[in-house]
Structure formats: structure tokens, C-alpha cells
């Protein structure tokens, strides 16, 4: 089994920042692409950004030039640099790995437990 534990939301003003981590555990024998996922109320999760494992990476037009996607292999961690946060950005924040289990060599798709960011005055 792999567990995704996700850390750093928060409330914070229009115009804030914050940074989001998320450390993959278990049975890993290599993680592939991780990606953050977002869900506000009534809507469906949209990808955020997601970074493979040689580092490429893609964002959704609505944050680009202000979110910014990284991770440490040595760790098993992505992160998430949120800046120039908008109310609208407000939602519940999934982590994504796509991991080849460590013994079997199967691939699977875990999700971390979410992480609310609230934006608001």
C-alpha cells in the first residue's frame, strides 16, 4: 500500500501565498507523474498542475505565472507554491501519484486526503 499525506492549507488574504507538500509512503518503487487536483463546492476536481518524474511539467491556464509545481524525488514529495492567491482559487486541494509498487511492479493511482485553501478578506 502507498499513502499520500498532504500538509500546508489554510485561510489566507487575496494576494497571499501559500505552499502545499505532499509525501508519498509505503511500497514505492517509483513514482511517476504527481499532480494537484482542486475541488470547490459543486464542482467537479480539475487539474491544477501535474510534474512527471524527469521534472516537465503543466499547469491550467487559470494559475499559470502563479502556481508553481516542484518536487523532491529523494523525498517522494511534491509541492505546490501558491502565490497572488485569489478568492476563487478557494477549494479542497488532492494530492495525485501515480506509483509502480515496489515487489509487484504494478502501477496504481493513489490520492492524499485533501487540504482546504480558503482565500478571502
Known amino acids: 500500500q502507498v499513502q499520500l499525506v498532504e500538509s500546508g492549507g489554510g485561510l489566507v488574504q487575496p494576494g497571499g501565498s501559500l505552499r502545499l507538500s505532499c509525501a508519498a509512503s509505503?511500497?514505492?518503487?517509483?513514482?511517476?507523474?504527481m499532480g494537484w487536483y482542486c475541488q470547490a463546492p459543486r464542482k467537479q476536481r480539475e487539474l491544477v498542475a501535474v510534474?512527471?518524474?524527469?521534472?516537465?511539467?503543466n499547469y491550467a491556464d487559470s494559475v499559470k505565472g502563479r502556481f508553481t509545481i516542484f518536487r523532491d524525488n529523494a523525498k517522494n514529495t511534491v509541492y505546490l507554491q501558491m502565490n497572488s492567491l485569489k478568492p476563487e482559487d478557494t477549494a479542497v486541494y488532492y494530492c495525485?501519484?501515480?506509483?509502480?509498487?515496489?515487489?509487484?511492479?504494478?502501477?496504481?493511482?493513489?490520492w492524499g486526503q485533501g487540504t482546504q485553501v480558503t482565500v478571502s478578506s
Open positions: 510534474i512527471t518524474s524527469g521534472g516537465r511539467t
Open positions: 495525485n501519484a501515480d506509483v509502480t509498487q515496489r515487489g509487484t511492479y504494478v502501477s496504481y493511482q493513489y
Open positions: 509505503g511500497r514505492i518503487f517509483s513514482i511517476n507523474a
